[in-house]
């Protein structure tokens, strides 16, 4: 006789019956500083749909393109709720973030509840009765806060469950503030967030209505200020705005998207749009556009410049939105790393299909004609020396417990791979190079208990929280780790420190344009597949780090890698100046697929 198992959705113990058998829906339920609270229960977990990662990647191009139907129906429906004729790219720029994020998100969460209805027989399940509207995201910037969180989560299985699916249901009330923590704010980015706003105001001084705007550039700021004076204007330093508060009306969430007859996890994302759109899309429209019209900015931009803006700030990208329909070009720019190597990325897509040119750090595609490779150009101007007898420094990085926007990394669950070869990686090194690493851990914990979990393994593993000044770890250091697939690797390579790559490859698949620049690094013990690989490298070269760093085929690779993914150009202005003035053909705003 098959077991009955009760189900427990997320880590709030309020919804968790313990005196039965009970089925965790993942490992975000079992936080490890809760241990005492779940290591014996009678218990099973759910293995996770997403671990077979070929049916990542293959419910990634079925989800972008349902994303592109529900965005025509989003469009029309909001250009019919607030009277408008905006594009199908305004919306994109606008709700497109959005959008993406929900489909992606909520479909992960079905299938999870689909998986374990049909894979177990379940007894029942608890979820909290509280008022959804206080789960309902003022705007992007609020939704990327509130969808990692196990509140926002518990609301959006419950509403799966009660709806959709047979699994009895038990509503419990109980007090509950629902308190999101900010990031800690340091010092040095405080007096960098006063500065800014003083320049902000400085800026509405100088202000023409038909000059180029720059917001959030990812550039120096002397690089910044010297290309918007080279352009022929007074250099600004803009500041971003809070989008406006509304409260939600459930009388204007009464609409229905989409087509009759749909089914499956198609009709479940039309049904669950109007419940979850951001205020700021619906009730606060009204109060978003009455600010835009307000702003300090040029009122006709003859160009539009960002690298960082065009997710989550949506007072940007409605005022942005507005100006690209009326003919502004519109140019993005890369701030990050994993754009041109990841298989798949929804941010690159976007960004790319709202662009009418996207600066890349180097890299390009024929098929993607609006990428431009101008090169790294967060990096110029900066030099970084590193310590040949310094210790070595091994940079971390959490993921949320839940998963999120689509991209080829870890997902979920997959964290604790992850963190299992980092404990690989550091157990194949000798004891007495234990000492010499210097774990620099995520500054987000994101509920893994980072710190606890490694000293747990290594009591006397040296940690860092992640809060200090990174490039002054790295100058005390001899040699960099890195251990994922995004920015860090890419600074350090390009400033020629030496570096020892690892990461497992079905968790971070790469495009096949970029595999073979990471079959040269791997030739010359740069990058590894696995992290006793890795641990035999830094082993081998660790009394000589410079003489193994600064042998040609070495410096090759690295060279060769750095052209592809993080050139630094010799004269940055011209070439960026190049790029934002050449004219080319207007995007219509669809996406672009890499097959």
């Known amino acids: 006789m098959v077991k009955k198992r009760f189900l427990i959705t997320t880590a709030d113990e309020h919804t968790w019956q313990t005196d039965c058998p009970v089925l965790f829906l993942g490992e975000w339920c079992r936080l490890y500083n809760r241990k005492a609270a779940w290591q014996n229960l009678d218990a099973e977990?759910?293995?996770?749909?997403?671990?077979?990662?070929?049916k990542l990647y293959q419910d990634y191009l079925y989800l972008q393109a349902l994303y592109e139907?529900?965005?025509?129906?989003?469009?029309?429906?909001?250009?019919?709720?607030?009277?408008?004729?905006?594009s199908l790219r305004y919306w994109r720029i606008l709700v497109g973030?959005?959008?993406?994020?929900?489909?992606?998100?909520?479909?992960?969460r079905w299938a999870m509840l689909e998986q374990a209805v049909k894979g177990y027989s379940i007894a029942g399940v608890k979820i909290l009765d509280v008022a959804p509207e206080s789960l309902i995201p003022n705007d992007m910037d609020h939704f990327q806060a509130l969808f990692v969180d196990d509140a926002w989560n518990e609301m959006i299985y419950g509403q799966l469950l009660q709806n959709w699916t047979a699994v009895p249901v038990t509503k419990i009330r109980i007090f509950v503030v629902q308190t999101l923590t900010p990031p800690a704010l340091t010092l040095t980015r405080w007096l960098k967030r006063k500065m800014a706003h003083a320049a902000s105001i400085v800026s509405r001084w100088f202000v023409r209505e038909d000059e180029a705007f720059f917001i959030?550039?990812?550039?120096?700021?002397?690089?910044?200020w010297e290309l918007q004076w080279r352009l022929g204007q007074i250099p600004k330093l803009w500041r971003a705005f809070l989008s406006p508060k509304a409260a939600v009306v459930w009388e204007k969430r009464q609409w229905k998207m989409g087509q009759a007859g749909a089914n499956g996890f198609a009709a479940i994302a039309r049904a669950m749009i109007p419940k979850h759109i951001p205020v700021s899309y619906l009730e606060g429209y009204s109060a978003l556009q009455s600010l835009c019209r307000s702003l300090p900015w040029p009122r006709k931009p003859h160009l539009i410049f960002t690298s960082n803006s065009y997710i989550s700030d949506d007072v940007f990208k409605a005022w942005a939105a507005e100006k690209i329909d009326a003919g502004t070009p519109f140019v993005g720019g890369q701030h990050g790393g994993v754009f041109g190597v990841a298989r798949w990325l929804f941010e690159e897509d976007h960004q790319v299909a709202i662009s009418d040119s996207w600066l890349s750090w180097g890299w390009e595609d024929e098929n993607i004609p609006q990428v431009k490779p101008v090169g790294n150009l967060k990096m110029v101007g900066r030099n970084l020396s590193w310590n040949q007898k310094g210790g070595a420094l091994m940079v971390e990085m959490s993921l949320p417990r839940y998963s999120y926007f689509m991209c080829s990394v870890p997902v979920a669950?997959?964290?604790l791979g992850y963190f299992e070869d980092q404990c690989r990686f550091v157990a194949a090194l000798p004891q007495a190079l234990h000492e010499q690493v210097l774990v620099r851990l995520y500054s987000h914990d994101r509920g893994w208990c980072q710190k606890q979990r490694?000293?747990?393994?290594?009591?006397?593993?040296?940690?860092d929280d992640g809060i200090a000044s990174i490039t002054k770890l790295i100058e005390k250091s001899r040699l960099y780790i890195s251990t994922y697939n995004s920015t860090t690797f890419l600074e350090s390579l390009a400033m020629n420190i030496p570096t020892i790559m690892f990461w497992t490859p079905n968790h971070w698949e790469l495009r096949d344009s970029a595999i073979p620049y990471f079959t040269e690094l791997k030739k010359v013990g740069i990058f590894h597949d696995s992290p006793e690989s890795a641990a035999c490298q830094m082993v081998r070269v660790w009394d000589d780090v410079a003489g193994w760093w600064n042998q040609p085929e070495v410096q090759e690779a690295r060279l060769y890698f750095c052209e592809r993914?993080?050139?630094?150009?010799?004269?940055?202005?011209?070439?960026?100046k190049d790029a934002l003035t050449e004219r080319t053909?207007?995007?219509?705003?669809?996406?672009?697929?890499k097959l």
């Open 45 to 54: 977990v759910a293995p996770y749909h997403w671990d077979d990662r070929e």
């Open 69 to 86: 139907e529900l965005l025509q129906e989003l469009s029309a429906q909001l250009n019919l709720l607030h009277g408008v004729e905006h």
């Open 97 to 108: 973030p959005w959008l993406g994020y929900f489909v992606q998100v909520l479909f992960d």
């Open 216 to 224: 959030a550039t990812y550039l120096p700021l002397k690089l910044d």
């Open 413 to 415: 669950s997959q964290w």
């Open 454 to 463: 490694w000293h747990d393994h290594f009591p006397q593993i040296r940690l």
């Open 565 to 576: 993914f993080t050139r630094i150009p010799e004269n940055p202005v011209r070439i960026l």
């Open 585 to 593: 053909p207007a995007n219509a705003g669809g996406l672009i697929y």
